[in-house]
């Protein structure tokens, strides 16, 4: 097994020659003289450099950090999502008219929703199922460092760009 980053592709260390100062004439005590028009060469192009690597090990407190964040994140703009559609949906009188049918239905004249208790009631499921999603997510990383172990991890290909920068 070689090193980390091994180089990959046939021009990864491929250099310009180096030019050789004698083959370059002295003009010191020498009249000009005409010499024709020499083509040069398009600027060389590098090809991009490739490296593979291996993702041998996941850090499991790295990725219990990043699953904290992005759940806790994902709960938040979903809170706020909900909240928007039922204040829009109780700005438009839609939240009355269903509270008018389940009140019809059941057979009741004064049914409503409890708003609080339905934020309450949304924030404990969603609570839950952070907290589930993020154990999950690391257990999914220790079973990830127990195949990598066993069979040898991810290789990743990295091509470096140098007409990008």
């Known amino acids: 097994m070689g090193s980390v980053a091994d180089d990959i592709g046939p021009g990864a260390a491929v250099r310009p020659p180096a030019r050789n100062p004698?083959?370059?004439p002295a003009s010191v005590g020498r009249?000009?003289?005409a010499r024709p028009p020499v083509a040069r060469p398009a600027a060389q192009v590098e090809p991009e450099r490739r490296y593979r690597?291996?993702?041998h090990r996941v850090d499991l407190w790295?990725?219990?950090k990043i699953a904290v964040c992005?759940?806790?994140c994902g709960m938040a703009v979903t809170m706020v999502a909900l909240i928007a559609l039922w204040a829009i949906?109780?700005?438009a009188g839609v939240i009355h008219s269903v509270e008018k049918f389940l009140g019809d239905l059941l057979q009741t004249k004064d049914?409503?929703?409890l708003d609080a208790a339905?934020?309450?009631g949304a924030l404990l499921v969603s609570a839950v199922l952070v907290v589930l999603q993020i154990v999950i997510t690391v257990i999914a990383a220790a079973f990830y460092n127990v195949f990598a172990e066993l069979f040898g991890g991810v290789e990743i290909t990295i091509s470096e760009d140098e007409t990008a920068l």
């Open 111 to 113: 049914f409503t929703f």
């Open 53 to 55: 690597q291996t993702i």
């Open 118 to 120: 339905i934020l309450r």
């Open 22 to 24: 004698a083959s370059v």
């Open 89 to 91: 949906a109780d700005a």
């Open 31 to 33: 009249p000009a003289q």
């Open 62 to 64: 790295s990725v219990l």
């Open 70 to 72: 992005f759940y806790i």
